[in-house]
């Protein structure tokens, strides 16, 4: 079968390489759509350790099921399903309490590290267990449906903090994740949403998918904004969607006293945190990784409108292309947000 592999730090290329064996509780499914995460352009240079080459990235996927071990469950060929990126092995603790995302043998579709090798779905046929499967809605495309991780990790974040009826919210960061965090808080009542970000058009993208006010941090004084815009108050939940220090300081300062913040964004390994502002103010503070478990939900709210994939949608392109496409977005490109490949 051909796939997109990682060679070396920095080289995609696009080979023949053997087709996946189907365990018994696996299935084997033809892909059809697999979107380019964040985490394989920051991963394909080895800055974080997760993607060591030769490896077969990718793990926002959706396609056919062309073959369903034994012990895979209720699944046979033709089913239109997409999967959870992280492969839990529903035995342990954590598995049991539902928190799949804290398995005690996680492992990440497409993430070669220290602890294990997963090939993922860059290619045309890719091997999952069926416990992670979920099935698609007739008229959920494969396309929008490989956008649905980023769906279910918004859910999963906006969830932490339980939010009450009238709170307020800021989404620090309006790439991928915050403006889906967006959409997931617009869904679960929050009634104003301040969107921050330095990028002009992505804070349009936010306030089309429902932040009831914008703040450009480009230029500083973005925390003096959220104030004004709170009556000096500050929101009742912040969530970051950046990872690194200065944005982490920004939503942790932007909420009231006795707020939640919630940590989604992962860049930097380590930050400074300003301990004492969250001493003084009573501040609670969340980790949000992954998803428990939100697949099936948000792809009945992607078939009933609720929530929409399609502005994320920079471009579909052929697997064929997709180095040059990896390229464009390790660039940063203006203007792209999502590309999917179709192997």
Known sequence: MKALVLKEYGKLVLEEVAEPAC????????VKACGICGSDVHGMDGSTGRR????????EAAGVITQAGPKAGDWKPGDRVTFDSTIYCGECEYCRRGLVNLCNARRVLGVSCEEYRQPGAFAELVAVPGRILYRLPENVPFEHAALVEPFTIAFHAVSRGAALPHETAVVVGCGMIGLAVIQAARASGFTRIIAVDVAAEKLAMAARFGATDTVSSAGGGALDAILQLTGGAGVDQAFEAVGVGPTVDLAIRSVRKGGAVTLVGNVAPKVELPLQVVVTRELSLFGSCASTGENADCLARMARGEI??????SATAPLAEGAAWFDRLYRKEPGLLKVVLNP
Do not use: Q, T
Request: charged share 25%; aromatic share 0%; hydrophobic share 40%.
């Open 23 to 30: 365990r018994p509780d696996e299935v084997l499914i033809a």
């Open 52 to 59: 060591r080459p030769p490896i077969i990235m990718g793990h």
């Open 308 to 313: 929409d994939p399609r502005p994320l949608l």
